[in-house]
């Protein structure tokens, strides 16, 4: 197996200096909340979530509104997540929940943090596969007002992205996979990272992330605050 160890710095850069995660409780690491983007598989989804139970973690996965799933209004999807939320924290008692978010879930999660006051009810931002300035796929499904909303240059993500794109202070992490597109573009204030970083050539497809051994072991040390870190198979 081999070992890659990788440092990387808030911003755009690949330099190094990781955040250090805040915990919501003495006892242990905050809970997670795992959603889902367009058209989600359930089913990867409860894998990861599955994944971070295993490793300790109290773990939840959702959703978000439409049929499929993410077609409404990423900003109506944004306020499913903090319902989302607040349900783990008055169940758990914990001050902050982390989050991760696939694809648009990724959109949704980084709304809920600038634009509904989420930003002190969350430890870490992990967002993978998510296209921060749109994607043009969005077209084929413009009838969906959540598609819309995640074309490139939208008023959605004209806001979205206005500096600051990720509220100072909080630990955020955006992983992707160069074998995918859009998900390449950089998250300003944020660790920025591949899988193919860590595992040159390793082929991930987009739907394939949530179910990534690599992608899984950078999920964790992101949450953990520590060096990104990835045993390749």
């Not at 058209?39 to 894998?47: G, I, Q, S, Y």
């Not at 971070?52 to 996965?61: C, I, N, P, V």
């Not at 799933?69 to 008692?93: C, F, H, L, N, Y």
Request: glycine residues 12%; proline residues 9%.
């Amino acid at each position: 197996m081999l070992l890659a160890v990788l440092t990387l710095c808030l911003g755009a850069g690949w330099t190094a200096c990781p955040a250090t995660a805040e915990s919501g409780s003495p006892g242990g690491p905050n809970p997670v909340l795992v959603i889902g983007g367009f058209d989600a598989d359930v089913t990867k989804l409860d894998t990861l979530r599955a994944w971070l139970d295993s490793r300790g973690y109290t773990a939840y996965s959702m959703v978000l509104p439409g049929d499929p799933t993410a077609t409404a209004p990423i900003a109506e999807s944004a306020r499913a997540v903090a319902d989302k939320v607040a349900e783990i924290r008055r169940t758990t008692g914990s001050a902050r929940v982390d989050l991760v978010g696939h694809s648009m879930g990724g959109l949704a999660q980084r709304h809920f943090v600038k634009f509904l006051n989420g930003r002190d009810l969350v430890g870490t931002y992990v967002d993978f596969g998510t296209p921060e300035q749109g994607e043009l796929l969005g077209a084929l499904c413009s009838t969906y007002p959540g598609c819309r909303d995640m074309s490139p240059g939208s008023p959605f993500l004209t806001a979205l992205n206005a500096d600051p794109a990720v509220p100072p202070g909080l630990p955020a992490y955006h992983l992707f996979s160069e074998s995918a597109g859009a998900e390449k573009l950089p998250l300003s204030g944020a660790i920025n990272a591949s899988i193919q970083s860590f595992c040159p050539g390793r082929e991930v497809s987009h739907g394939n992330e949530p179910v990534d051994a690599v992608l899984q072991q950078l999920v964790d040390a992101a949450l953990r605050g520590t060096p990104l870190t990835a045993t390749c198979p």
